[in-house]
């Protein structure tokens, strides 16, 4: 069944992806939306599972990865203060818009802040295979966009850690949360800065069948598990081991061996994985509170961060661009709403409608970016 449930994978996705192109959309679309289609929500024919789940967290992880390896170092600290500045607007807005509609519908203080913070939260990863799709990546939108996803991610992480010492059940130590997200950022800065170099002059060498790229890839996924374990988001890792050795003369190597693997089955999977959580069960009592978180999550994180982009000295065109980049919540946001349904600051009758928002903003975000940024297509 499993070899079964790879092979609908594989051929939904290269021909929705098609199809999306044809239609003059990114293929991401196609391959997110038949996500749906062949998932629970509508035909059944396949299924999440534990190892679906484990491959697609490594499609996840390449797609970053490869984010890391076609991002300019240069560019990157250069964009910083754009960044800063896309990300406090891209969680002010949607904080504010989702403590408030908290509260006007009844929500506890505890759980309208939590449901204001889970809506700040970002994820990229679908903004990266857009701007890929349309041969954006090496744009200063792109590198502004990776550099606010990254912001973003630390200070959700860090006002999550203290919403749940305040609020939640468990016991959270502050200064400890904030301590792993400096000591990681501190691993991954000397990575970047020479132990990436030292590792693939030590590996690549060895007299083995492509050892260069599978030194690019236990560095990819040591950064990623080093990440997870100091509580910042695996991709954060495996995005910043791309830009250690982007600083590398092997850099092109790893990227052009590194596709084809990823692209033929990991990153399908992750895309069709995306739409498994969809349910529409008992969905036609909620529709109103529905369109309401997701009207919110949209219209504040794309207004918010492309304020952000705007006063930082983008064209209006462009800051849409970069506000539409940051509108997914994507994994990340998947997983601050389990949080709170543990520590019991989401209640159940909330979870579902937030997952299908998370969904929305996910599915709407490569529409948005081809909208606003679209110049031609890479087919």
């Known amino acids: 069944m499993f070899f079964l449930t790879i092979l609908i994978i594989l051929l939904a996705t290269k021909l929705a992806g098609d199809l999306s192109i044809r239609l003059g959309q990114p293929a991401v679309v196609g391959k997110l939306l038949i996500g749906v289609v062949i998932g629970p929500a509508l035909l059944g024919w396949v299924e999440n599972s534990h ?3 484990e491959l697609s967290e490594i499609g ?4 970053m990865f490869m984010a890391g390896l076609e991002t300019d170092l240069g560019d990157l600290k250069r964009s910083l203060t754009s960044s800063m500045a896309v990300a406090i607007g891209g969680i002010i807005l949607p904080f504010a818009g989702g403590y ?4 006007a519908i009844g929500m506890s203080p ?3 802040i939590f449901l204001g913070l889970l809506l700040s939260a970002t994820s990229v990863s679908i903004s990266v295979q857009s701007l890929k799709d349309l041969n954006l990546m090496n744009t200063r939108e792109s590198t502004t966009l990776l550099g606010a996803a990254i912001i973003d991610d630390i200070l959700v992480v860090v006002l ?21 997200k400096f000591i990681f950022f501190l691993i991954a800065g000397l990575f970047i800065w020479k132990i990436a170099k030292w590792i693939m002059k030590w590996l690549a060498p060895l007299r083995v069948t492509e050892s260069i790229i599978s030194a690019g890839l236990i560095l990819c996924f040591f950064l990623a598990y080093i990440a997870e374990e100091l509580g910042v988001a695996g991709i954060i890792g495996a995005f910043a081991a ?10 092109h ?5 590194l596709e084809p693997i990823a692209y033929t089955i990991f990153v399908p999977i992750f895309f069709v994985s995306v739409g498994f959580s969809v349910s529409f069960d008992g969905l036609g009592s909620q529709l ?3 369109v309401l978180f997701f009207l919110i999550a949209l219209v504040t994180k794309l207004v918010g961060s492309g304020l952000g982009a705007r006063l930082t000295g983008f064209s209006l065109r462009s800051s849409a661009g970069i506000g539409s980049g940051m509108v997914s919540r994507g994994e990340v946001a998947l997983i601050i709403a389990t949080l709170g349904l543990e520590n019991g600051l989401l209640e159940q009758k909330y979870f579902t409608v937030l997952v299908i928002v998370v969904i929305l903003t996910t599915l709407v975000t490569p529409y948005l970016l081809k909208l606003t940024l679209g110049r031609g297509q890479n087919d």
């Open 51 to 53: 190892i679906i789940g």
């Open 60 to 63: 996840v992880l390449l797609l």
């Open 100 to 103: 408030l509609a908290g509260a």
């Open 110 to 112: 505890a759980h309208a």
């Open 160 to 180: 999550l850690a203290f919403v749940m010492s305040l609020f939640g059940g468990g016991d959270v130590n502050l200064a400890m949360v904030i301590g792993k």
């Open 242 to 251: 791309g830009l250690a050795i982007s600083q590398t003369s092997y850099k």
């Open 253 to 257: 190597e790893v990227e052009q061996k």
């Open 288 to 290: 109103g509170l529905l």
